[in-house]
């Protein structure tokens, strides 16, 4: 069964540093997100993706992220510079159009 | 705008008895609505989901969940709970599928606890 995977499955970075999360979303996909989960709290929604261009985002993606579809399979998130509330588990998600969508299984990152 | 809320942050039942899980939604569109559950240390997985079709809905595991547009809402059932089914679950809300721009938004989590 095909399957969003992610890599790292965890990631211990200091702060001021940039890290790159990586997913490979399922390959007949269309629209691609990220969405976060600190410890205890919710999941909250980052950013979509969709025809090479991110279609929404929400005012926790500020100017220290971005994302990429570098090669037309894989899909990057990347926070330029780690502060210690950027850890959380992240997570990766693709869908069709009329799907519901995919969720990999997270990065955990923790920002020391 | 849309939102979502999970009546009980925390549910504990004894194996082999009902599972009732709350969720109650708002959105200006018809939704479509969903049930994913998160294993310690897993990822997201869907349970079910409501697209506009029928308004029982069954999903894997035994779970089923009915929209109740009236009420506005979108409980998770089970009818004898398994130690297994201990975990977290989210209910989600997003516009109509074929939009698949929009994001989801997540409810704020139930945790089941099956007692032996």
């Known amino acids: 069964e095909p399957e969003v995977t992610q890599t790292p499955s965890h990631q211990v970075t200091q702060m001021g540093q940039e890290v790159i999360l990586r997913c490979v979303p399922i390959s007949n996909h269309l629209y691609f997100y990220w969405y976060r989960q600190i410890l205890g709290q919710k999941v909250e929604f980052l950013v979509s993706f969709y025809n090479n261009e991110i279609s929404e985002k929400s005012e926790i993606f500020d100017d220290q992220f971005s994302v990429e579809r570098p090669d037309g399979s894989n899909f990057t998130l990347k926070i330029r510079s780690t502060k210690l509330e950027d850890s959380a588990m992240y997570f990766c998600?693709?869908?069709?159009?009329?799907?519901?969508?995919?969720f990999g299984q997270g990065t955990r990152l923790t920002v020391v | 705008a849309q939102s979502v809320t999970q009546l009980d942050s925390h549910v504990s039942v004894s194996e082999g008895t009902p599972v009732l899980l709350r969720c109650n939604y708002s959105s200006s569109y018809s939704p479509s609505l969903f049930w994913y559950v998160q294993h310690p240390n897993k990822g997201l997985q869907l349970l079910l989901k409501?697209?506009?079709?029928?308004?029982l809905v069954k999903g894997i595991n035994g779970f089923e969940a009915e929209f109740k547009k009236s009420e506005t809402s979108f409980h998770l059932t089970k009818p004898s709970a398994h130690m297994s089914d201990a975990a977290e679950y989210f209910c989600?809300?997003?516009?109509?599928?074929?939009?698949?721009?929009?994001?989801?938004?997540f409810g704020s989590g139930t945790r089941l606890q099956v007692q032996p």
């Open positions: 998600a693709s869908k069709q159009r009329n799907t519901e969508a995919f």
């Open positions: 409501y697209t506009s079709a029928a308004t």
């Open positions: 989600v809300v997003s516009p109509p599928m074929d939009t698949g721009r929009r994001a989801l938004t």
